[in-house]
């Protein structure tokens, strides 16, 4: 998943070490009742679960919508208002069984056909839908998109409590999208009465439910009177928009906010080294990777050697300082956070004198200039692109700073013979390696415009092993098919992968129950508040 | 006088929509993708095609502004790229928020810059009138939103005085009104003590005073009244420059008025947002010169017409 | 923020020819004050690169593994960094004075370019009035009602590395296309362009009330030609007011600038600018306040002095208030 268009993502669909900064007292009892006072910085772009997309929308969607499947404590899936599922041998038809009793906000029970509603608006080509592409897997998808059929062929609802998808061919990582908020039920009586107005009147089965939203200013939510599932203790959130991260740490202090959700490194770091306040102080870890992509289809970046010697003049350990050692160094593309190792990896460690060799090698003995693209908008990237700035430069590398706002940046960056390199960040979808090494490096992804894949790289060994592994079903298999692609892509190194991200999350001791979850890194539902 | 103030109305208007022309192709003009704000870095390509024909995007400029013209005519300021939400709705929400910090700052540098400036002018010549001048001076020099992160680092995190952010109460307003006032206020001191020092010197003012009247009574009764002209004048004109201030102290306080909901637009390219942002800066502006310019000639008819 | 502390009727004219101005402007305490405060600041920016040869400053981009402690964390004062240093390890003092020289730069230039602006408008408005003068004036009052910060920012919203092509598309001529880049350049350009409205009133009454004048009367009625006339008897005359509303101005410019830069749309990094460097600074304010302090006094004294010499020179030219 891509950085959105708001600036200072909130993490989400993240894989989560215990976090050695935790709630680390003995909890009191949870109490029911209170209301969570929550912040963010950027506003929510859209509460709609076929349009919400980005950090600053999906953990109130996440809080009003519940599906078929979600992840337990860790990164197993299991069934939520799904009773049962199961998959076919040929890993192409999905069977579930609703529980019953499943209700949404506005009290009428959950049915089969609500969920092939939910996935039809997702693919109908009015409402553009960003996780259009998750849904072509389905059987008839396309035919769809295309106007060529009323309907997708591939849902089916033989009675009101049982869905069956078919997939046009197998996708082990299909399971993971039923788990994310496109794949919520909706109520199809209330879209077909409003269209494309049912963006103004969300009704979903979560456990809570929208009460206020005045756009960009704050949103309110409290409990689902009809939630079949356990009750969230608090009884709903209240969500103020548009302060910055150091307002949101001063309200902390105050008592006026009880979460700071992206605390940055200088704020964190303060938390940190205070004995009073270390305890207010989670620390996650992201299943996500920031790297500097150099373009392969440009010179001077169409070297190996070239790409080779900025690897070894980049001083990691120095930009995990720089990020106030809320970071680890990355060395390879795939976070190690996600359940799966690379032990072979081959590494670049810092050794600027090797780079300098590698630049003669390959023709440029005084070094060469070049520009480096980034998101303006996002301290991080700021930090990151001027310490590379720094340590090029060192090897003779001129870098010329490019910052852009999301928009022209993504532009940039995305469009073929453009961006010779820059610096990115990428979290996961879903925890498992094709998130990051197919969308990312697959050659054959490669589209002139709109492109994920910003180094162009294209070796067609890597694309055999990372298509392969899209259609296995065995878990061995792909994770060696993986293993390999991440090597070779290393040793060729259109990447320059730099840290991994840890990230602060800064709560007011009234709350508890503020365990981090690997996936969903909060869950407001669990949280209770002291008398 | 009806005449007068048609012929007004009918210049504010053309002046608005002449704003409206010139902004859009100041913001349109620059090609830029602006389908991948709208429908988000994910998008596809056919989604991105759908929504350059929903927004006319594909169409040359001059249609565009056509577009746009009849709209506005409609009195429909366009939907935001980013959230569809209608920008006249969001523009209401917020404004009186806006509406209420600029009143509080108006009424706060009222009540310290009328008494400071009538003093200024009794004791003119003294280090009392040179230390106000040399005060003045400062707060105007002072950049807004350094102003504002200190007062509010000092009176609201530390002290704990005020709210740090935020609008729950009317308690959230002092500090970026007193930010507003200080700013401002300044440059209204030195005016009305420039004005005052006239209105002392005036014929009428000597009558009065050979007449026998006390000083209290010719600085409060006549002089000040005469004073306070120009500066009704001033800030009709000067609320452009008091919309400026807002913006900063809007974003530091995060207060959810028209300052914030500018920079956010400009920040994400929302271009109806902006553009109606600058509208309503514009329609403002040219209400309260309006207003002022029809008061102006109520209070003192020997003032002739500028232009 | 209001851009003219003058009352336009008071100014008075010396006569024609004479330079008397010169020597009571300096006298003013205020206007010392102003000076030395500007003069002190320009020597620092203008020596700032000499004296980061000889060691005596250090880099302003240099990002120093040795500036920041164990947690990353900017240090504070002492130690060799005489302001502590900021969030990437740079030396905080640094970077404020070769911050001046962006400043003092970018402000001097728009400035200019605001004076040349409206003089050209307030000139022409008020010598040759009539349908020209109402024209040109509806058109600054059009301008004037968008609040300058606003549209400033609209236009450096805009400037994110985008090239345009200013002739159709149709003609494949290149070779006037040009990037629209965050730069000191375009940075000047806006704020001057969006500046220069509040000039014109000014200026423009200043000529109506010239032009009446028995000398400008005279040097007409004897066939002088309007280019003589403006150039020799209405421009050194209003010459007093321009020098006024271009300090005052500077002072507006260089808020405007930080204001741009504070909120990251103005100089790019790692060019070190006052407004840049509050920003970035922000989150660090309670562990190292003096990287939110130090520039916040730099722009506080420069606008401070601007408005000081302008304020002093309206005293030395406007007899009402001379005390």
Redesign the interface.
């Known amino acids: 998943m891509n950085r959105t268009l708001i600036t200072a993502t909130l993490l989400f669909w993240l894989i989560l070490v215990p976090a050695a900064f935790g709630d680390n007292l003995p909890s009191p009892t949870p109490r029911r009742g209170g209301i969570l006072q929550l912040a963010q910085p950027s506003d929510i772009r859209s509460l709609d679960p076929a349009i919400a997309f980005d950090s600053f929308s999906i953990p109130m969607v996440h809080l009003m919508f519940r599906g078929l499947l979600d992840y337990d404590d860790g990164t197993g899936l299991v069934p939520d208002q799904a009773k049962d599922w199961n998959i076919s041998p040929d890993g192409k038809t999905y069977t579930f069984h609703l529980r019953a009793g499943t209700r949404f906000a506005s009290g009428r029970e959950v049915e089969a056909e609500d969920y092939i509603c939910a996935f039809e608006r997702i693919l109908s080509p009015k409402l553009a839908s960003p996780g259009e592409t998750y849904f072509l897997a389905i059987a008839g998808a396309r035919e769809f998109v295309d106007g060529k059929a009323a309907h997708v062929s591939g849902l089916r609802a033989p009675d009101k409590s049982t869905l069956v998808i078919e997939l046009k061919e197998p996708q082990f990582t299909f399971r993971y999208v039923l788990a994310m908020t496109f794949a919520c039920p909706v109520p199809r009586e209330a879209v077909q009465k409003y269209g494309a107005d049912f963006s103004s009147h969300l009704v979903g089965s979560g456990p809570y439910r929208l009460t206020e939203w005045r756009r960009g200013i704050s949103c309110r939510l409290r409990r689902n009177p009809y939630y079949s599932g356990p009750d969230g203790y608090v009884d709903g959130v209240d969500l103020m928009i548009g302060c910055d991260d150091t307002v949101m740490t001063m309200m902390l202090e105050r008592g006026e906010l009880d979460q700071v959700p992206l605390a940055s490194p200088a704020q964190a770091a303060r938390f940190k080294r205070d004995p009073a306040l270390r305890s207010w102080l989670t620390l996650a870890d992201a299943a996500e990777t920031d790297y500097f992509f150099m373009n392969t289809e440009m010179k001077p970046f169409d070297d190996v050697r070239v790409r080779q010697a900025v690897n070894y003049a980049i001083d990691r350990d120095r930009l995990v300082k720089l990020s106030g050692g809320f970071a680890v160094v990355a060395h390879g593309v795939v976070p190690p956070v996600i359940p799966w190792n690379n032990p072979g990896l081959p590494r670049y460690d810092f050794n600027p004198d090797r780079a300098r060799a590698l630049l003669r090698e390959a023709g440029f003995p005084s070094g060469f200039k070049t520009e480096l693209w980034y998101s303006g908008d996002q301290p991080i990237y700021a930090r990151l692109a001027q310490g590379i700035q720094q340590d090029l430069r060192e090897v003779g590398i001129e870098i010329e700073l490019r910052p852009a706002n999301l928009t022209a940046f993504d532009q940039k960056v995305t469009t073929r013979h453009s961006a010779p390199c820059g610096v990115w960040g990428w979290f996961q979808d879903y925890p498992d390696p094709s998130d990051f090494l197919d969308v990312l490096l697959n050659g054959e992804r490669i589209t002139d415009v709109e492109c994920n894949n910003q180094a162009f790289y294209n070796n067609p060994e890597v694309n055999r092993s990372l298509d392969a592994a899209g259609n296995s079903l065995d878990a061995g298999e792909r994770m060696r098919l993986f293993q390999q692609a991440e090597d070779q892509v290393m040793r060729d190194a259109p990447w320059a992968p730099l840290v991994h991200e840890r990230i602060p999350v800064l709560y007011n001791p009234r709350v508890h129950g503020t365990a981090p979850h690997p996936v969903w890194l909060w869950r407001y539902e669990y949280m209770w508040l002291d008398p | 006088m009806l005449n007068r103030m048609l012929t007004r109305l009918f ?1 504010s208007a ?3 929509v ?2 409206a022309v ?2 859009f192709f ?2 349109n003009a ?5 389908a ?2 709208i ?10 095609q ?2 350059r024909e929903k927004y006319h995007l594909n169409d040359p400029l001059p249609v565009r502004l056509g577009h746009y013209l009849a709209q506005l005519a409609r009195g429909d300021l366009g939907h935001s790229y ?4 209608s920008v006249a709705s ?1 523009i209401l ?2 404004f009186p928020t806006t509406a209420a910090l600029c009143v509080s700052g108006v009424i706060l540098w009222m009540l310290v810059a009328v008494p400071l400036g009538v003093l200024t002018a009794k004791f ?2 003294t280090w009392f009138d040179r230390a106000i ?1 040399v005060l003045s ?2 707060s ?7 102003l504002a ?2 007062l ?2 000092w009176l ?2 530390r002290l ?1 005085w005020f ?4 609008f729950r109460s009317f308690a959230s307003l002092l500090l970026p009104a007193a930010t507003l006032a200080i ?2 206020g300044g ?1 209204y001191i ?2 009305i003590q ?1 004005n005052m ?2 209105v002392l010197n005036a014929p009428f003012a000597v009558t009065a005073r050979a007449k026998g009247a006390s000083e209290i009574t010719i600085l409060f009764r006549h002089a000040l009244r005469n004073a306070l002209i ?1 500066v009704v004048t ?1 800030l009709g ?2 609320v ?2 008091l ?3 807002v ?2 102290t809007e974003n ?3 207060l ?1 008025g028209i300052g ?5 637009s ?4 929302d271009v109806p947002m ?1 553009m109606g ?2 509208l309503f ?2 329609t403002l ?2 209400s309260v010169n309006f207003v002022v310019d029809l008061l102006y000639r109520w209070i003192d008819p020997r003032i002739k017409a500028d ?1 | 923020m209001a851009d003219t502390v003058i009352d336009p009727t008071g100014v008075d004219f010396p006569p024609a020819g004479s330079r008397g101005t010169g020597p009571a402007v300096f006298r003013h305490r205020l206007v010392r004050v102003g000076a030395a405060i500007v003069i002190l600041l320009a020597l620092f920016a203008l020596a700032a690169p000499e004296l980061t040869r000889r060691h005596v400053l250090r880099e302003p981009i240099q990002q120093d593994p040795k500036g920041l402690d164990a947690d990353g964390l900017p240090l504070p004062a002492g130690g060799g960094y005489l302001l502590g240093t900021d969030n990437l390890g740079r030396d905080v003092l640094a970077r404020v004075i070769y911050g001046a020289r962006v400043s003092l730069t970018i402000g001097t230039a728009a400035m200019l370019l605001a004076v040349f602006l409206g003089l050209t408008i307030g000139v022409t408005a008020g010598y040759y009035g009539g349908k020209l003068d109402l024209a040109l004036m509806r058109f600054t009052e059009i301008n004037l009602s968008v609040p300058a910060i606003l549209l400033a920012i609209a236009f450096a919203g805009l400037m994110d590395g985008r090239t345009v092509h200013p002739l159709p598309a149709a003609w494949h001529w290149q070779f006037l296309d040009f990037q629209l880049q965050r730069g000191m350049v375009s940075l000047f350009l806006i704020i001057g362009f969006v500046c220069w409205p509040g000039l014109v009133r000014v200026i423009r009454a200043q000529v109506l009330a010239l032009r009446e004048r028995e000398f400008v009367q005279a040097a007409r009625a004897l066939g002088a030609s309007d280019a003589r006339v403006i150039a020799g008897h209405i421009l050194p005359n209003i010459l007093p007011t321009v020098l006024v509303l271009g300090a005052v101005n500077i002072a507006n410019t260089i808020l405007l600038e930080a204001g741009l830069s504070y909120l990251g749309i103005g100089v790019p990094p790692p060019a070190p600018t006052w407004g840049g460097m509050i920003s970035d600074g922000q989150p660090y304010f309670i562990t190292a306040p003096l990287n939110v302090i130090a520039p916040g006094v730099a722009i506080v004294l420069a606008v401070l002095a601007f408005n000081l010499i302008g304020r002093g020179l309206q005293e030395t030219l406007d007899p009402r208030l001379n005390r």
Do not use: C, H
């Open positions: 210049w053309v002046t608005l002449a704003v010139l902004t100041l913001i620059v090609p830029g993708d602006v991948r704000s429908a988000g870095s994910k998008a596809s390509t056919e989604v991105l759908q929504v980013l959230t569809d939400q969001a929400t917020r003119r010549g001048l001076t400062l105007l020099s002072l950049p807004a939103f350094w992160r200190m509010q680092y609201a995190f704990g709210p740090v952010a935020g700013i401002s440059y030195l005016l420039a020092m006239d120009p001033v004109t000067d452009a420059a919309l400026g201030g913006i900063f530091v306080f995060a959810p914030t909901l500018a920079v956010q400009v920040f994400n390219l902006i942002t600058v800066s514009a502006v040219v232009y």
